[in-house]
Protein backbone atom coordinates (compact mmCIF):
# COMPACT_ATOMS: atom_id res chain seq x y z
CA UNK A 1 0.00 0.00 0.00
CA UNK A 2 2.70 2.26 1.15
CA UNK A 3 4.50 2.15 -2.17
CA UNK A 4 1.37 3.58 -4.22
CA UNK A 5 1.08 6.70 -2.38
CA UNK A 6 3.95 7.95 -3.88
CA UNK A 7 4.73 6.36 -7.17
CA UNK A 8 1.19 7.39 -9.22
CA UNK A 9 1.43 11.43 -8.72
CA UNK A 10 5.19 11.31 -10.05
CA UNK A 11 4.62 9.82 -13.44
CA UNK A 12 1.95 12.16 -15.06
CA UNK A 13 4.09 14.97 -14.20
CA UNK A 14 7.26 13.35 -15.91
CA UNK A 15 5.44 12.65 -18.80
CA UNK A 16 4.39 16.33 -18.74
CA UNK A 17 7.98 17.68 -18.30
CA UNK A 18 8.38 15.04 -21.77
CA UNK A 19 5.49 16.44 -23.45
CA UNK A 20 6.71 19.73 -22.77
CA UNK A 21 10.47 19.22 -23.80
CA UNK A 22 9.22 17.97 -27.04
CA UNK A 23 7.64 21.45 -27.55
CA UNK A 24 10.85 22.55 -28.11
CA UNK A 25 12.32 22.22 -31.60
CA UNK A 26 16.08 22.30 -30.91
CA UNK A 27 17.72 19.31 -29.35
CA UNK A 28 19.54 21.50 -27.14
CA UNK A 29 16.72 23.74 -26.01
CA UNK A 30 15.10 20.39 -24.87
CA UNK A 31 17.69 18.91 -23.79
CA UNK A 32 18.37 22.42 -21.69
CA UNK A 33 14.48 22.72 -20.68
CA UNK A 34 14.91 19.07 -19.11
CA UNK A 35 17.79 19.69 -17.49
CA UNK A 36 16.66 22.34 -15.49
CA UNK A 37 13.66 21.26 -14.54
CA UNK A 38 13.93 18.05 -13.57
CA UNK A 39 17.17 19.08 -11.75
CA UNK A 40 15.14 21.95 -9.97
CA UNK A 41 12.42 19.58 -9.12
CA UNK A 42 14.58 16.92 -7.51
CA UNK A 43 16.20 19.83 -5.19
CA UNK A 44 12.14 21.16 -4.80
CA UNK A 45 10.66 17.98 -4.28
CA UNK A 46 13.12 17.75 -1.11
CA UNK A 47 12.49 20.52 0.54
CA UNK A 48 8.71 20.13 0.52
CA UNK A 49 9.48 16.81 1.71
CA UNK A 50 11.72 18.55 4.40
CA UNK A 51 9.19 20.96 5.13
CA UNK A 52 6.14 18.41 5.47
CA UNK A 53 7.86 16.23 7.39
CA UNK A 54 7.10 17.73 10.22
CA UNK A 55 3.26 16.89 9.73
CA UNK A 56 4.21 13.10 8.85
CA UNK A 57 0.90 12.22 9.71
CA UNK A 58 -0.50 14.46 6.52
CA UNK A 59 1.60 12.79 3.77
CA UNK A 60 -0.14 9.48 3.52
CA UNK A 61 -3.21 12.31 2.56
CA UNK A 62 -4.33 13.48 -0.71
CA UNK A 63 -3.49 16.81 0.41
CA UNK A 64 -0.05 16.07 0.97
CA UNK A 65 0.30 14.81 -2.54
CA UNK A 66 -1.58 17.30 -3.84
CA UNK A 67 0.76 19.81 -2.45
CA UNK A 68 4.03 18.50 -3.32
CA UNK A 69 2.68 18.27 -6.80
CA UNK A 70 1.81 21.54 -7.59
CA UNK A 71 5.21 22.43 -6.19
CA UNK A 72 6.55 19.93 -8.70
CA UNK A 73 4.35 21.23 -11.53
CA UNK A 74 5.55 25.00 -10.89
CA UNK A 75 9.03 24.42 -11.64
CA UNK A 76 7.83 22.92 -15.23
CA UNK A 77 6.16 26.47 -15.63
CA UNK A 78 8.68 28.63 -14.42
CA UNK A 79 11.70 26.62 -16.58
CA UNK A 80 9.03 26.61 -19.86
CA UNK A 81 8.54 30.49 -19.43
CA UNK A 82 12.05 31.33 -18.81
CA UNK A 83 12.80 29.31 -22.51
CA UNK A 84 10.20 30.54 -23.91
CA UNK A 85 10.12 32.57 -27.63
CA UNK A 86 9.77 35.85 -27.42
CA UNK A 87 7.17 36.01 -30.55
CA UNK A 88 3.67 36.15 -30.09
CA UNK A 89 2.77 33.25 -32.32
CA UNK A 90 5.37 31.08 -31.38
CA UNK A 91 4.04 31.67 -28.17
CA UNK A 92 0.58 30.54 -28.97
CA UNK A 93 2.08 27.63 -31.13
CA UNK A 94 3.62 25.83 -28.06
CA UNK A 95 0.31 26.98 -25.88
CA UNK A 96 -1.54 24.61 -28.18
CA UNK A 97 0.84 21.80 -28.02
CA UNK A 98 0.44 22.08 -24.65
CA UNK A 99 -1.58 19.36 -22.78
CA UNK A 100 -4.85 20.02 -21.77
CA UNK A 101 -3.85 18.61 -17.96
CA UNK A 102 -0.84 21.54 -18.37
CA UNK A 103 -3.04 24.24 -19.30
CA UNK A 104 -5.47 23.31 -16.53
CA UNK A 105 -2.49 23.65 -13.72
CA UNK A 106 -0.72 26.81 -15.66
CA UNK A 107 -4.00 28.61 -14.83
CA UNK A 108 -3.55 26.97 -11.57
CA UNK A 109 -0.20 28.33 -11.53
CA UNK A 110 -1.90 31.91 -12.45
CA UNK A 111 -4.31 31.83 -9.22
CA UNK A 112 -1.47 30.16 -7.21
CA UNK A 113 -2.40 32.60 -4.52
CA UNK A 114 -5.73 31.21 -4.18
CA UNK A 115 -4.28 28.12 -4.45
CA UNK A 116 -1.62 28.15 -1.48
CA UNK A 117 -5.12 29.79 0.81
CA UNK A 118 -6.72 26.45 -0.05
CA UNK A 119 -3.81 24.17 0.63
CA UNK A 120 -3.26 25.83 3.73
CA UNK A 121 -6.96 25.67 4.46
CA UNK A 122 -6.74 21.82 3.87
CA UNK A 123 -3.62 21.42 6.12
CA UNK A 124 -5.38 22.74 8.69
CA UNK A 125 -8.22 21.17 8.54
CA UNK A 126 -6.28 18.22 8.97
CA UNK A 127 -4.13 19.38 11.22
CA UNK A 128 -7.75 19.28 13.55
CA UNK A 129 -8.92 15.94 12.26
CA UNK A 130 -5.36 14.40 13.57
CA UNK A 131 -5.42 16.28 16.98
CA UNK A 132 -9.15 14.35 17.10
CA UNK A 133 -7.49 11.38 16.22
CA UNK A 134 -4.68 11.41 19.01
CA UNK A 135 -1.11 11.11 19.38
CA UNK A 136 -0.77 7.16 18.98
CA UNK A 137 -1.91 7.48 15.36
CA UNK A 138 1.01 9.75 14.33
CA UNK A 139 3.70 7.63 15.99
CA UNK A 140 1.79 4.57 14.00
CA UNK A 141 2.11 6.73 10.73
CA UNK A 142 5.34 8.24 11.07
CA UNK A 143 7.26 4.63 11.91
CA UNK A 144 5.32 3.37 9.06
CA UNK A 145 6.52 6.35 6.83
CA UNK A 146 9.94 5.92 7.48
CA UNK A 147 9.90 2.64 6.70
CA UNK A 148 8.99 3.72 3.35
CA UNK A 149 11.09 6.16 2.49
CA UNK A 150 14.11 4.05 3.41
CA UNK A 151 12.38 1.36 0.90
CA UNK A 152 10.70 3.64 -1.95
CA UNK A 153 12.98 5.32 -4.57
CA UNK A 154 11.49 8.14 -6.11
CA UNK A 155 11.15 7.95 -10.36
CA UNK A 156 11.66 11.17 -11.14
CA UNK A 157 15.00 11.05 -9.58
CA UNK A 158 16.89 7.69 -12.35
CA UNK A 159 15.32 10.08 -15.16
CA UNK A 160 16.31 13.35 -13.62
CA UNK A 161 20.30 11.62 -13.79
CA UNK A 162 19.94 10.41 -17.16
CA UNK A 163 19.24 13.52 -18.58
CA UNK A 164 21.86 15.35 -16.17
CA UNK A 165 24.28 12.14 -17.45
CA UNK A 166 24.43 14.22 -21.34
CA UNK A 167 26.29 17.48 -19.36
CA UNK A 168 29.90 16.29 -18.56
CA UNK A 169 29.39 17.17 -14.90
CA UNK A 170 27.27 15.33 -12.71
CA UNK A 171 27.02 12.23 -14.99
CA UNK A 172 25.92 8.99 -13.32
CA UNK A 173 25.58 5.57 -14.33
CA UNK A 174 21.84 4.17 -14.42
CA UNK A 175 22.61 -0.16 -14.49
CA UNK A 176 18.45 0.07 -15.07
CA UNK A 177 18.65 2.11 -17.78
CA UNK A 178 17.44 0.89 -21.15
CA UNK A 179 17.80 2.90 -23.99
CA UNK A 180 14.03 4.05 -25.21
CA UNK A 181 12.92 3.03 -28.72
CA UNK A 182 14.41 5.34 -30.79
CA UNK A 183 12.72 5.62 -34.46
CA UNK A 184 13.35 7.34 -38.25
CA UNK A 185 11.54 10.58 -38.33
CA UNK A 186 12.19 11.50 -41.56
CA UNK A 187 14.71 10.86 -44.39
CA UNK A 188 16.06 13.13 -47.15
CA UNK A 189 18.67 13.11 -49.44
CA UNK A 190 20.64 14.94 -47.65
CA UNK A 191 19.79 13.74 -43.68
CA UNK A 192 17.96 11.01 -41.23
CA UNK A 193 16.63 12.65 -38.49
CA UNK A 194 15.35 10.47 -35.58
CA UNK A 195 12.74 10.40 -32.63
CA UNK A 196 15.56 11.60 -29.89
CA UNK A 197 16.31 14.71 -32.01
CA UNK A 198 19.40 13.21 -33.68
CA UNK A 199 20.71 13.65 -37.13
CA UNK A 200 22.44 12.07 -39.36
CA UNK A 201 23.80 13.83 -42.83
CA UNK A 202 24.46 11.02 -44.96
CA UNK A 203 26.05 13.53 -47.95
CA UNK A 204 28.98 11.54 -47.76
CA UNK A 205 28.02 7.95 -47.05
CA UNK A 206 29.87 5.62 -48.78
CA UNK A 207 30.58 1.40 -48.94
CA UNK A 208 33.69 -1.19 -47.98
CA UNK A 209 32.12 -4.59 -47.80
CA UNK A 210 29.61 -6.27 -46.08
CA UNK A 211 30.52 -7.40 -42.10
CA UNK A 212 31.10 -11.09 -41.54
CA UNK A 213 33.05 -11.89 -38.66
CA UNK A 214 33.34 -15.17 -36.09
CA UNK A 215 32.86 -14.93 -32.96
CA UNK A 216 34.39 -16.82 -29.94
CA UNK A 217 32.21 -18.81 -27.32
CA UNK A 218 33.82 -18.60 -23.50
CA UNK A 219 32.30 -21.83 -23.00
CA UNK A 220 34.41 -24.26 -24.01
CA UNK A 221 37.82 -21.56 -24.58
CA UNK A 222 40.19 -21.55 -26.42
CA UNK A 223 39.43 -24.73 -28.31
CA UNK A 224 35.61 -24.08 -29.17
CA UNK A 225 35.00 -23.10 -33.05
CA UNK A 226 34.07 -19.59 -34.35
CA UNK A 227 30.77 -19.04 -34.38
CA UNK A 228 29.63 -16.91 -37.95
CA UNK A 229 27.27 -13.68 -37.58
CA UNK A 230 26.62 -10.47 -39.75
CA UNK A 231 24.75 -8.37 -36.96
CA UNK A 232 26.16 -5.41 -35.21
CA UNK A 233 27.46 -6.53 -31.70
CA UNK A 234 28.82 -3.28 -30.34
CA UNK A 235 29.94 0.74 -30.65
CA UNK A 236 34.10 1.66 -30.82
CA UNK A 237 34.69 5.21 -29.60
CA UNK A 238 37.80 6.44 -31.17
CA UNK A 239 39.45 10.33 -31.36
CA UNK A 240 40.74 11.88 -34.57
CA UNK A 241 43.83 12.69 -32.92
CA UNK A 242 43.65 15.74 -35.15
CA UNK A 243 45.28 19.46 -35.31
CA UNK A 244 42.65 20.72 -34.24
CA UNK A 245 42.10 24.80 -33.01
CA UNK A 246 40.57 26.74 -30.34
CA UNK A 247 37.01 26.54 -29.97
CA UNK A 248 36.15 29.90 -30.23
CA UNK A 249 33.81 31.71 -32.75
CA UNK A 250 36.17 33.72 -34.62
CA UNK A 251 37.97 30.09 -35.73
CA UNK A 252 34.62 29.25 -37.36
CA UNK A 253 35.84 29.56 -40.81
CA UNK A 254 39.00 27.44 -40.24
CA UNK A 255 37.17 24.67 -37.58
CA UNK A 256 35.04 23.89 -40.49
CA UNK A 257 37.72 23.72 -42.92
CA UNK A 258 39.62 21.20 -40.76
CA UNK A 259 35.96 19.28 -40.79
CA UNK A 260 35.98 19.06 -44.28
CA UNK A 261 39.18 18.04 -44.59
CA UNK A 262 38.93 15.13 -42.13
CA UNK A 263 35.89 14.41 -43.68
CA UNK A 264 37.63 13.67 -46.80
CA UNK A 265 40.70 11.89 -45.48
CA UNK A 266 38.40 9.43 -43.68
CA UNK A 267 36.14 9.03 -46.45
CA UNK A 268 38.65 8.06 -48.85
CA UNK A 269 40.30 5.48 -46.20
CA UNK A 270 36.99 4.28 -44.77
CA UNK A 271 38.42 4.58 -41.44
CA UNK A 272 35.06 4.83 -39.18
CA UNK A 273 31.85 4.57 -39.93
CA UNK A 274 30.74 7.88 -38.16
CA UNK A 275 32.19 10.75 -37.64
CA UNK A 276 30.91 13.87 -35.19
CA UNK A 277 32.37 16.65 -35.65
CA UNK A 278 33.00 20.02 -33.12
CA UNK A 279 30.08 21.45 -33.95
CA UNK A 280 28.35 18.28 -33.00
CA UNK A 281 27.08 16.83 -36.65
CA UNK A 282 27.05 13.42 -37.25
CA UNK A 283 28.44 12.18 -40.66
CA UNK A 284 27.89 8.54 -41.81
CA UNK A 285 30.64 7.59 -43.72
CA UNK A 286 30.81 4.13 -43.89
CA UNK A 287 26.90 2.33 -44.35
CA UNK A 288 26.20 0.44 -40.43
CA UNK A 289 26.15 -2.85 -42.31
CA UNK A 290 29.77 -2.78 -44.04
CA UNK A 291 32.73 -2.50 -41.93
CA UNK A 292 35.02 0.29 -41.60
CA UNK A 293 38.95 0.06 -40.87
CA UNK A 294 38.75 1.51 -37.60
CA UNK A 295 39.77 -1.14 -34.91
CA UNK A 296 42.49 -2.70 -36.46
CA UNK A 297 44.19 -5.50 -33.82
CA UNK A 298 41.36 -5.75 -31.32
CA UNK A 299 39.99 -7.88 -28.91
CA UNK A 300 36.54 -7.28 -27.35
CA UNK A 301 34.23 -9.31 -25.50
CA UNK A 302 30.60 -9.95 -23.53
CA UNK A 303 29.22 -12.24 -21.17
CA UNK A 304 29.33 -15.12 -23.78
CA UNK A 305 31.40 -14.24 -26.49
CA UNK A 306 34.90 -13.16 -27.67
CA UNK A 307 35.42 -10.93 -30.57
CA UNK A 308 38.49 -10.49 -32.49
CA UNK A 309 39.25 -7.78 -35.11
CA UNK A 310 36.44 -5.74 -34.29
CA UNK A 311 36.02 -4.00 -37.68
CA UNK A 312 33.47 -6.51 -38.70
CA UNK A 313 31.66 -7.13 -35.85
CA UNK A 314 31.75 -3.35 -34.32
CA UNK A 315 30.76 -0.01 -35.52
CA UNK A 316 33.24 2.72 -35.00
CA UNK A 317 32.42 6.30 -34.05
CA UNK A 318 34.90 8.71 -34.39
CA UNK A 319 35.06 12.21 -32.62
CA UNK A 320 36.73 14.85 -33.82
CA UNK A 321 39.38 15.97 -31.10
CA UNK A 322 42.64 15.20 -30.17
CA UNK A 323 44.60 14.92 -26.60
CA UNK A 324 45.86 18.04 -25.29
CA UNK A 325 49.76 18.40 -25.87
CA UNK A 326 51.75 16.13 -23.53
CA UNK A 327 48.99 14.38 -22.08
CA UNK A 328 46.07 11.67 -23.00
CA UNK A 329 43.49 14.22 -21.70
CA UNK A 330 40.80 14.37 -24.62
CA UNK A 331 38.82 17.33 -24.97
CA UNK A 332 35.05 16.87 -26.43
CA UNK A 333 32.86 20.10 -27.06
CA UNK A 334 29.27 20.05 -25.39
CA UNK A 335 27.75 19.54 -29.05
CA UNK A 336 29.36 16.78 -28.99
CA UNK A 337 28.79 15.05 -26.06
CA UNK A 338 24.82 15.45 -27.53
CA UNK A 339 25.22 14.34 -30.62
CA UNK A 340 27.58 11.65 -29.35
CA UNK A 341 24.84 10.45 -26.68
CA UNK A 342 21.78 11.05 -29.97
CA UNK A 343 24.20 8.92 -31.84
CA UNK A 344 25.21 6.25 -29.43
CA UNK A 345 20.89 6.08 -28.58
CA UNK A 346 20.00 5.70 -32.23
CA UNK A 347 22.42 2.93 -32.49
CA UNK A 348 21.67 0.74 -29.38
CA UNK A 349 18.02 0.98 -30.43
CA UNK A 350 18.23 -0.09 -33.82
CA UNK A 351 20.75 -2.79 -33.05
CA UNK A 352 20.21 -3.79 -29.75
CA UNK A 353 23.27 -3.38 -29.03
CA UNK A 354 24.29 -3.73 -25.02
CA UNK A 355 25.93 -1.45 -22.68
CA UNK A 356 28.99 -4.26 -22.86
CA UNK A 357 29.39 -4.08 -26.58
CA UNK A 358 30.44 -0.33 -26.13
CA UNK A 359 33.90 0.60 -25.38
CA UNK A 360 36.60 2.24 -26.96
CA UNK A 361 39.76 1.86 -28.71
CA UNK A 362 42.31 2.39 -26.42
CA UNK A 363 40.49 -0.28 -24.26
CA UNK A 364 40.72 -2.67 -27.45
CA UNK A 365 43.86 -2.50 -29.59
CA UNK A 366 46.63 -4.85 -29.27
CA UNK A 367 49.51 -5.65 -30.94
CA UNK A 368 49.84 -8.82 -32.35
CA UNK A 369 53.61 -8.66 -32.96
CA UNK A 370 54.40 -8.41 -29.23
CA UNK A 371 51.28 -9.52 -27.42
CA UNK A 372 50.25 -5.63 -25.93
CA UNK A 373 47.66 -3.94 -24.95
CA UNK A 374 46.80 0.04 -25.87
CA UNK A 375 49.07 -0.54 -29.11
CA UNK A 376 46.17 2.86 -29.71
CA UNK A 377 45.33 4.62 -27.00
CA UNK A 378 42.92 6.72 -28.21
CA UNK A 379 40.10 7.59 -25.17
CA UNK A 380 42.57 5.14 -23.27
CA UNK A 381 41.06 7.49 -20.23
CA UNK A 382 38.78 10.26 -20.27
CA UNK A 383 36.02 8.61 -21.96
CA UNK A 384 32.27 9.73 -20.45
CA UNK A 385 30.44 6.31 -20.37
CA UNK A 386 28.05 7.58 -17.50
CA UNK A 387 27.40 10.62 -20.07
CA UNK A 388 26.12 8.67 -22.56
CA UNK A 389 24.10 6.13 -19.95
CA UNK A 390 26.72 3.53 -20.19
CA UNK A 391 28.68 1.90 -17.76
CA UNK A 392 32.21 2.87 -17.00
CA UNK A 393 34.41 0.21 -19.44
CA UNK A 394 37.64 1.24 -17.50
CA UNK A 395 36.66 -0.86 -14.84
CA UNK A 396 36.02 -3.67 -16.90
CA UNK A 397 38.74 -6.37 -17.13
CA UNK A 398 39.87 -6.34 -20.58
CA UNK A 399 39.58 -9.65 -22.66
CA UNK A 400 42.83 -9.48 -24.32
CA UNK A 401 45.00 -9.66 -20.35
CA UNK A 402 42.06 -11.91 -19.03
CA UNK A 403 42.53 -14.46 -21.82
CA UNK A 404 45.15 -13.88 -23.63
CA UNK A 405 47.56 -13.01 -21.01
CA UNK A 406 48.93 -9.66 -23.30
CA UNK A 407 50.35 -7.02 -20.96
CA UNK A 408 52.45 -3.63 -21.53
CA UNK A 409 56.25 -3.31 -22.46
CA UNK A 410 58.31 -0.45 -22.13
CA UNK A 411 56.76 1.53 -25.06
CA UNK A 412 53.24 1.21 -23.85
CA UNK A 413 54.30 2.30 -20.72
CA UNK A 414 55.90 4.92 -21.81
CA UNK A 415 52.48 5.97 -23.91
CA UNK A 416 49.91 5.54 -20.80
CA UNK A 417 52.86 7.77 -18.38
CA UNK A 418 53.20 4.37 -16.33
CA UNK A 419 49.79 3.99 -15.38
CA UNK A 420 47.17 1.64 -15.94
CA UNK A 421 43.19 1.43 -16.04
CA UNK A 422 41.48 0.33 -13.11
CA UNK A 423 39.78 -3.11 -14.88
CA UNK A 424 43.71 -3.41 -16.59
CA UNK A 425 45.51 -3.12 -13.05
CA UNK A 426 43.37 -5.59 -11.81
CA UNK A 427 43.74 -8.64 -14.51
CA UNK A 428 47.33 -7.62 -14.48
CA UNK A 429 47.52 -8.44 -10.88
CA UNK A 430 45.40 -11.61 -11.57
CA UNK A 431 48.26 -12.73 -14.08
CA UNK A 432 50.74 -11.83 -11.84
CA UNK A 433 49.03 -14.15 -8.26
CA UNK A 434 48.32 -17.15 -11.01
CA UNK A 435 44.49 -16.43 -10.74
CA UNK A 436 44.11 -15.51 -14.37
CA UNK A 437 42.69 -17.67 -16.89
CA UNK A 438 45.75 -17.53 -18.87
CA UNK A 439 48.91 -16.95 -17.84
CA UNK A 440 51.29 -17.26 -20.51
CA UNK A 441 50.87 -14.62 -23.22
CA UNK A 442 53.04 -16.67 -26.15
CA UNK A 443 49.95 -19.13 -26.05
CA UNK A 444 47.92 -15.93 -25.98
CA UNK A 445 49.06 -14.71 -29.07
CA UNK A 446 49.16 -17.88 -30.97
CA UNK A 447 45.68 -18.49 -30.31
CA UNK A 448 44.69 -14.59 -31.20
CA UNK A 449 46.64 -15.31 -34.42
CA UNK A 450 44.65 -18.62 -35.34
CA UNK A 451 41.38 -16.50 -34.84
CA UNK A 452 42.33 -13.68 -37.22
CA UNK A 453 43.51 -16.17 -39.32
CA UNK A 454 40.30 -18.05 -39.57
CA UNK A 455 38.11 -15.05 -39.28
CA UNK A 456 39.58 -14.28 -42.87
CA UNK A 457 39.19 -17.04 -44.41
CA UNK A 458 35.92 -18.24 -43.66
ZN1 LIG B 1 41.03 4.98 -32.83
Redesign the pocket.
Known amino acids: MSEKVAAPAIEPYLRLVEQYASSFERPEMRLRFLNRTLARQSERERLWRGRLRRFAFIENSAAYRWLLDFALYRTIFEEFQRLLPDGFRERRRLWRQAPVRARIFFELYRARRAVYAAGILAGVMLLAGAVVLGRWAVRGVSTMLDARRNSTVSIAAPVASAIAAATPNGAEYLPDYRPEKVWLVEKTAEYERYSNGGRILTRYETTNHPRSYLRFPREGWPDAPGVQGRDIIGIVY??SESDIVPFIADNTQSIQARTRGLIEYVRERRSYNYLIDRFGEIHRLVRDDHAAH?AGHSIWADADFVYVGLNESFIGI?FESTSATGSLDEQLTEAQMIAGRALTGILRSRYQIADAGCTT?GLVSINPERGTIAH?H?WVRNFPFAAFSLSDKYATRPPSIELYAFGTDEEVRAKLGGWLWEGAAKAAAEIESGAAAERDPRRGLLIYRAQMNRQKEH
Request: aromatic share 0%; glycine share 0%; with cysteine.
Open positions: HSHCHHD
